[in-house]
């Protein structure tokens, strides 16, 4: 899938450990069941950038490569809750991770990339253009954030995001397309035993 005229739009993110993805998961669905409304969840994925075209797999393990060497220590934090722009309309809040990724990180892949998404949030929920100004300050001062999670295995693929439906019943399609995992640092450092 392309961007293309229908809506439809790439983007690079970032998938953490299925047991992060797991604890996050309990997290939304402790806000739903407490009555949270308004919102669709989303994929357990953190948006990094969106994309004018799909990446290759090997550009995929350059991008990967890259965020291992950039990570404090190896490691990806949440810190806090916020939410951002979600460049395919509405607002996407959840945990922030506090991943910060330098302009120059991506120089031989950027020809794709059309714009990067910061902070770099770990989508709980798209908040629809309808709602974010009312939702969005809600849940950023009400809402018990997400106990802090730490992270080393995760993996960066395409998002393949298409809307569907009327302004007034609208959803969403996605797929995230084959992983790329971060290597160790043991291995981007060459060491093997």
């Known amino acids: 899938m392309e961007n293309n005229n229908s809506g439809g739009k790439i983007f690079l993110v970032l998938v953490p450990h299925r047991d992060v993805?797991?604890?996050?998961?309990?997290?939304t669905d402790f806000?739903?069941?407490?009555?949270?409304?308004?919102?669709?969840?989303?994929?357990l994925a953190a948006p990094l950038a969106q994309l004018s075209r799909q990446l290759t797999i090997d550009e995929l393990k350059n991008i990967a490569r890259t965020l291992r060497k950039i990570t404090e220590g190896g490691k990806i934090y949440t810190a806090g809750t916020s939410a951002t722009a979600f460049p395919a309309g509405g607002e996407?809040?959840?945990?922030?991770?506090?991943?910060e990724i330098p302009?120059?990180?991506?120089?031989?892949?950027?020809?794709k990339i059309a714009s990067f998404l910061s902070p770099i949030i770990f989508g709980s929920f798209l908040i629809p253009?309808?709602?974010?100004q009312v939702i969005a300050?809600?849940?950023?001062n009400n809402i018990p954030p997400l106990p802090q999670l730490a992270f080393r295995a995760a993996?960066?693929?395409?998002?393949?995001?298409?809307?569907?439906?009327?302004?007034?019943?609208?959803?969403?399609?996605?797929?995230?397309?084959k992983l790329c995992w971060l290597p160790s640092q043991r291995r981007l450092l060459g060491i093997v035993s």
Do not use: H
């Open 21 to 27: 993805r797991v604890e996050a998961r309990k997290y």
């Open 31 to 43: 806000l739903l069941k407490a009555g949270l409304k308004g919102v669709y969840q989303f994929p």
């Open 92 to 99: 996407l809040f959840g945990p922030r991770l506090d991943l």
């Open 103 to 111: 302009l120059y990180a991506f120089c031989n892949d950027s020809v």
């Open 129 to 132: 253009e309808n709602n974010k």
């Open 137 to 140: 300050g809600s849940l950023l």
């Open 155 to 177: 993996a960066v693929a395409n998002m393949f995001w298409q809307p569907f439906g009327t302004d007034e019943d609208i959803g969403y399609n996605w797929k995230i397309g």
